[in-house]
């Protein structure tokens, strides 16, 4: 059985291989990354769907290119000791910098108990929002003040930091967008006004988030609202949104092409190549 997982492997990181080749030839890749969405499983704290996603984000890094991850919050569900434990051995397991922030489940805990454990996953993690810039696009990672919202410092931060990136595109990764972006779950979000100052700044080019749980077959999960692109990041354990009948375990890579296009693939685990009926692209503003 062991023997023909193996085959079964090899042959497709064959193919992503190919793919990926073939990509950089055509259309030169400057920033590569993957994106793992909620974990936080219930009543067991097991991780198959996030131990399926760091297999195989390690082989597509392996087969051709990922330069690092990010976690967009809810790992550790009701930030319990036992969800951190367990689920350490998977994400320091990755071949690739993990770049986590905090959500709605790691506030049942300490944000002291959060960062020790992060500290396990990769640690440059030292605060629970921080600012990154890998080249093409400046990364706004912001954990939640509280819950999974943000207060008017917290809001201050944010403003700030997209500012004085300006005029380059930012990324900015939350634990959820604001309240209404995604109607499949209106009311669930950030709920302080003013992050309409946030989603305003023109350098802003997109929105990246979890929280919802929202099944990618049944839910329109990527949209544009004035000049932001929203993309709604999986659960990998368990799905919520538009119920709990049916859950696929899904992650998201972003490509940044040289002439400023950005590519959002989705990727099943289990699964190296990408699924063509999510796919969804956007320009960065110039």
Known sequence: MMKGFAAALIAALALASGAVAQDNANDPVLLRFAVLGDAEPKPCALFPGVEAAVVDVNA?????RIDFVVGVGDIAHKGTGIQYENVTPALQSLTRPFYPIMGNEEHNDTVERYLEFASQWNPDITEPSYVRDPGPVVMVHASPDFGRDFNDDGIDWIVEQI???APRPVFLVVHAAQAGVYPEDADKGVHNPRFQEVVGQANLAAVISGDLHMDMDRTVHSRQIGH?????????ERTKIPDETHHTPMYRVFTVLEGGEVRVDTYETGNLEPLSRHDYSFTLPQ
């Open 60 to 64: 597509l890094a392996e087969s051709g």
């Open 163 to 165: 500012a004085a990136a």
């Open 228 to 236: 932001v692109h929203y993309l709604h990041i999986p659960a990998l």
